[in-house]
């Protein structure tokens, strides 16, 4: 009986490590909930930027979930053009291919906003259209500047709602899901080479949110 303890005791701590390691990872899956389980309401734009028939939170929703699902390999590097491969990304990458979706070119409008305000982007010396719209401060200064900004609270959860921006410690950048954990927080769909990419993080991260938007077109 003693050596039969010896052996299994390391073996299940080996099985709870990994059932955590599993969990934190959001590989094991959980029950989802929407927005409508909390009686709080969807919102939908009021623009339909690409005239698909699907409004533009939706859209941006819908592109990063593309994104996520795509799986793009976690790749930091300067691209001539800007734009990296399809099956190559970081957290920003999410972010433009998102807003492609809805009809939208992210590039172009940083780009534009960056040659109008320099003065505001206080890390840019030297404009470079290559890489300053896949920079999570440059999207911070845009979206302060060019989208609605709201409570960085997660637990003022009606106030976040699917295709929403969210920026963490000016670090990393995702987009919050139509999903929702047990306690209406919602997922965020976000790429740091996770191998799930669409996970209930926020929660954990909520200390380090510095900018929460909602895209409402051009002005």
């Keep these: 009986m003693k050596k039969l303890i010896i052996i299994m005791v390391p073996i299940i701590t080996i099985v709870i490590v990994l059932i955590l390691a599993l969990n934190y990872l959001n590989i094991i899956p959980k029950k989802t909930y929407t927005a409508k389980d909390f009686n709080i309401e969807t919102l939908k734009s009021q623009i339909d930027y690409d005239n698909d028939g699907i409004d533009d939170y939706t859209d941006i929703m819908l592109g990063a979930r593309e994104d996520a699902l795509n799986m793009p390999t976690y790749k930091s590097a300067y691209y001539a053009g800007g734009y990296p491969p399809e099956n190559e990304g970081v957290c920003t990458d999410v972010i433009w291919r ?20 320099l003065e505001k982007y206080k890390n840019i010396k030297n404009p470079d259209p290559n890489i300053d719209f896949r920079r999570v401060y440059n999207l911070k200064v845009f979206f302060d500047n060019n989208a609605n900004v709201l409570t960085n609270d997660i637990y003022k959860i009606e106030e976040w709602q699917p295709g929403d921006i969210v920026i963490f410690e000016e670090s990393h950048i995702g987009i919050i899901s139509d999903k929702r954990n047990k306690n209406g ?29 909602r895209w409402n077109g051009l002005k």
């Design 185 to 213: 927080v919602p997922y965020l769909i976000h790429n740091t080479g996770q191998p799930v990419r669409e996970e209930d993080v926020m929660e954990r991260y909520k200390q380090i949110i510095t900018g929460h938007y």
């Design 98 to 117: 998102a807003f492609k979706n809805a009809g939208y070119i992210l590039k172009d409008l940083v780009d534009e906003d960056i040659k109008n305000n």
